[in-house]
Nanobody, 121 residues
Framework: QVQLVESGGGLVQAGGSLRLSCAAS????????MGWFRQAPGKEREFVAAISRSGSSTDYADSVKGRFTISRDNAKNTVYLQMNSLKAEDTAVYYC??????????????WGQGTQVTVSS
């Protein structure tokens, strides 16, 4: 069992940056690939980024490629999402998830409660 708690969301102007963190409980953090997803009002939850268990592989949605960076620190049981050049369309609740590496929601077994990111234009 893994419990995930996101932090770092907030209100930022377009073009600005935020760094999200997701802290995991338990001693098995390194067993899981980690992902970030987001859900805007009235839309489906969508894939943002994923990182493999060791951190050697990453994957991104086309919409965030080149602007967002996912990373992890297994010693701190934490995964990060650095978001630069933010756009209004990045506004959403952001969720971290633990599971198997990939972009599909079904690959992930554990989910956090989410953190709101609002980008003002």
């Amino acid at each position: 069992q893994v419990q995930l708690v996101e932090s770092g969301g907030g209100l930022v102007q377009a073009g600005g940056s935020l760094r999200l963190s997701c802290a995991a409980s338990g001693r098995t953090f390194s067993y899981y690939a980690m992902g970030w997803f987001r859900q805007a009002p009235g839309k489906e939850r969508e894939f943002v980024a994923a990182i493999s268990r060791s951190g050697s592989s990453t994957d991104y949605a086309d919409s965030v490629k080149g602007r967002f960076t996912i990373s992890r620190d297994n010693a701190k049981n934490t995964v990060y999402l650095q978001m630069n050049s933010l756009k209004a369309e990045d506004t959403a609740v952001y969720y971290c998830a633990a599971g198997r590496y990939g972009s599909g929601r079904g690959l992930y077994d554990f989910w956090g409660q989410g953190t709101q990111v609002t980008v003002s234009s």
